[in-house]
């Protein structure tokens, strides 16, 4: 594998964390609520603007490393949990309130898959399939947030 390649991989798998053998996209949104914290130092309209730019380059190294690891949304990528925890938690206020249930409610949407979001899983392809499921997920997560908090 090439370092371009390996590079691909090693930023779709949240820094190596997704090939952790067991709950790889539990501990990938870890790196999510990371990211979530930055974003709360920022502006809405900026961390908004990250986001705009953040979701278009995970689907597009989600999709690369599909390609590269052979297999069809592989576990090990986790850049999508990530993008999730931040949507979960964009425009909120970043405390360990809601950093807790942020959490807890992205990775139930995430896992359970309420209608729409396993649709989007199936009907888009590569890693488009791969991210907006998490995506609506973590969109889930924040509007609840929002009416409870």
């Known amino acids: 594998m090439n370092f371009k390649k390996k590079a691909v991989v090693f930023i779709a798998t949240g820094f190596f964390i997704g090939k952790i053998p067991f709950a790889p996209g539990t501990f990938g949104s870890i790196p999510g609520l990371l990211l979530a914290f930055m974003m709360s130092c920022l502006d809405f309209s900026l961390a908004a603007f990250f986001m705009a730019f953040f979701i278009p380059a995970a689907i597009w190294i989600s999709g690369k490393a599909e390609s590269i690891l052979k297999a069809k949304d592989p576990g090990q990528i986790v850049i999508d949990e990530m993008a999730g925890m931040g949507v979960a938690l964009m425009g909120l206020p970043f405390n360990l309130q809601t950093a807790v249930w942020g959490f807890f409610l ?44």
């Open 106 to 149: 992205f990775r139930f949407f995430d896992i359970l898959k309420p209608f729409p979001i396993k649709r989007i899983e199936r009907k888009l392809p590569g890693g488009a399939g791969i991210v907006m499921d998490d995506v609506l997920a973590g969109l889930f997560a924040n509007t609840i947030l929002r009416i409870v908090f």
